[in-house]
Nanobody
Framework: VHVTESGGGLVMTGGSLRLSCAASGRSLVSTAMAWYRQAPGKDREFVAGIRWAGEIKYSTSVKGRFTIDRDNGENTVYLQMDNLKVDDTAVYYC???????????????????WGEGTPVTVSA
């Protein structure tokens, strides 16, 4: 599975961005996909995940502000980020995995396939 992110950029506090993740390489019907982020000097953090069957999970830090969704026909996952804060500044990574683990597992151990990341900077 190959995943490619796009949509990062610079935005002011309170603004919005929409990230995209295009996936290819195999059937994605049984694949979970997720967004992670890593801020400078900090550990990687799980942000949100989605399964093609519809299960969704958010981290507590973004719940209510970020929305993950997907376009099955285009094999694409999106992350709509609203009411952005300075603390949301990070490189955002898209990931995919077909091992059927719970998102709590993926939050700790990560996934099998990763994109190269797209930077998001939120200015005060």
């Amino acid at each position: 599975v190959h995943v490619t992110e796009s949509g990062g950029g610079l935005v002011m506090t309170g603004g919005s961005l929409r990230l995209s993740c295009a996936a290819s390489g195999r059937s994605l019907v049984s694949t979970a996909m997720a967004w992670y982020r890593q801020a400078p000097g900090k550990d990687r953090e799980f942000v949100a995940g989605i399964r093609w069957a519809g299960e969704i999970k958010y981290s507590t830090s973004v719940k209510g502000r970020f929305t993950i969704d997907r376009d099955n026909g285009e094999n694409t996952v999106y992350l709509q980020m609203d009411n952005l804060k300075v603390d949301d500044t990070a490189v955002y990574y898209c990931a995919a995995d077909s091992r059927h683990y719970a998102f709590d597992y993926y939050a700790v151990h990560g996934m099998d396939y990763w994109g190269e990341g797209t930077p998001v900077t939120v200015s005060a």
